[in-house]
């Protein structure tokens, strides 16, 4: 849980510092720790998301520019994505 809280930490970070950002952030934990990625657009950020998924990462969050953190699911339905 606190290495999480670090990664949304430097996401939000990096993202006060003015730095370019992309569209969508894509976080999420498994048994080793928890990792961070980048998606410019809805789509390739749902897809990303599932397939963590399906490689067993937990707590998968999708992050927009606006920093509204949704879950997989929430976003599908927000975005109009299946």
């Known amino acids: ?8 930490l430097l996401v939000e970070w990096a993202a ?15 048994t080793i720790g928890a990792i961070a990625l980048k998606r410019e657009d809805a789509i390739a950020a749902l897809k990303k998301a599932r397939e ?5 990462f937990w707590d998968i969050e999708i992050i927009d520019a606006r920093g509204s953190r949704l879950d ?9 994505l299946k």
Not at 16 to 30: D, E, F, H, M, T
Not at 52 to 56: E, I
């Open 16 to 30: 006060k510092q003015g730095r370019p950002a992309l569209g969508y952030s894509i976080v999420a934990c498994n």
């Open 72 to 80: 997989e699911a929430t976003f599908a339905r927000q975005h109009d």
């Open 52 to 56: 963590l998924r399906d490689q067993n």
């Open 1 to 8: 849980m606190a290495l999480r809280i670090a990664v949304l």
